[in-house]
């Protein structure tokens, strides 16, 4: 099934990650090192498009003319809890960036996001935005704390997971046709209970290590 909204980054070291994310052996501390590890290859991916200009520097041998990226500071934004697990992989990769948090929880009755905290820098205006949670499963969390983001204008915007399915992937896609997603791996459905299968289980809990 193709999805015209989502680029599945399917390295092979991000396949071999995410099996190993996978088990259910799988202890909290290599899931959490699993996660940060995949975080940091979804994210080279994810923002392979950046501007960038040419700028006079020098080198050890000779001056020249080097690219740099153009703009001000790229911001992540973590869905809290599980988002925080993306966000440390993809600080890595880019440490200048600027950081914020959107905190919330999924009503287990209705599945509907419930805001109880955002943060985020200021002035998102010609900043290129990326907003990270590990599952896209009902999609109702993305779409709330996209919408949340948008309210500040972001120059760009898009969304980076660990596990997608076609129900999360058709949600946003309507509520934003123009957000491009970027994730691991599209599963086949969800269960009842609003969680992805095969999945992975809760990602908050397996990386928090708060399952009872």
Avoid: W
Wanted: hydrophobic letters at 40%.
């Amino acid at each position: 099934m193709e999805f015209p909204n989502c680029t599945v980054v399917d390295h092979p070291l991000v396949k071999h990650k995410l099996t190993m994310m996978r088990r259910t052996e799988t202890s909290t501390a290599t899931f959490r090192s699993l996660l940060q590890e995949i975080s940091l290859l979804l994210a080279y991916e994810a923002l392979r498009d950046l501007k960038v200009r040419d700028e006079d520097i020098q080198t050890p041998m000779a001056p020249m003319r080097a690219p740099m990226l153009e703009g001000k500071k790229l911001v992540l934004v973590a869905i809290m809890r599980a988002g925080q697990g993306i966000l440390d992989g993809m600080l890595q990769l880019v440490p200048s960036a600027r950081v914020g948090h959107i905190g919330l929880y999924r009503d287990p009755e209705t599945l509907t996001p419930v805001e109880y905290y955002y943060r985020v820098p200021g002035q998102l205006a010609d900043r290129d935005v990326v907003v990270c949670d590990p599952m896209l499963a009902t999609g109702n969390s993305a779409v709330a704390a996209l919408q949340r983001v948008k309210r500040s204008k972001p120059g760009s915007l898009r969304f980076v997971c660990l596990l997608a399915c076609p129900e999360g992937l058709a949600n946003l896609r309507e509520h934003h046709p123009d957000v491009h997603v970027y994730t691991a791996a599209v599963d086949e459905k969800l269960n009842e209970h609003g969680y992805i299968l095969p999945g992975l289980g809760d990602a908050g809990d397996r990386l928090f290590g708060t399952k009872t």
